[in-house]
């Protein structure tokens, strides 16, 4: 959730593509970092790098709750993303118990 999917910026899969290459991810988006003034604090703008990755970035209006799943993956715009990104992650975890 929110800067949480950064880690995934350097994951690589066994050919060494991105991870996040043409996966749905939902992301603290630039919109939201120039919104709280933090877009010179960060190393990078998240959604840009994730977007120059090849990942599909889904993004609702400025902090406002938006979660996607992806397969496994689970992703949050931001921390009112919280409990619809847990929500999608139980159901992840009920689909791979069938």
Do not use: W
């Not at 939201?32 to 977007?51: H, K, Q």
């Amino acid at each position: 959730v929110c800067h949480g999917p950064g880690a995934l910026v350097n994951a690589t899969d066994a050919n060494g593509a991105p991870i996040v290459a043409g996966r749905r991810v939902s992301i603290f988006t630039d919109s939201e970092e120039y919104a709280v003034g933090l877009e010179e604090s960060v190393p990078f703008l998240l959604e840009t790098r994730m977007r120059e990755l090849g990942a599909d970035v889904v993004a609702a209006p400025n902090f406002t709750p938006q979660a996607v799943r992806d397969g496994n993956l689970v992703t949050g715009q931001n921390p009112m993303s919280s409990a619809p990104a847990a929500a999608l992650t139980i159901q992840a975890v009920r689909d791979a118990r069938k």
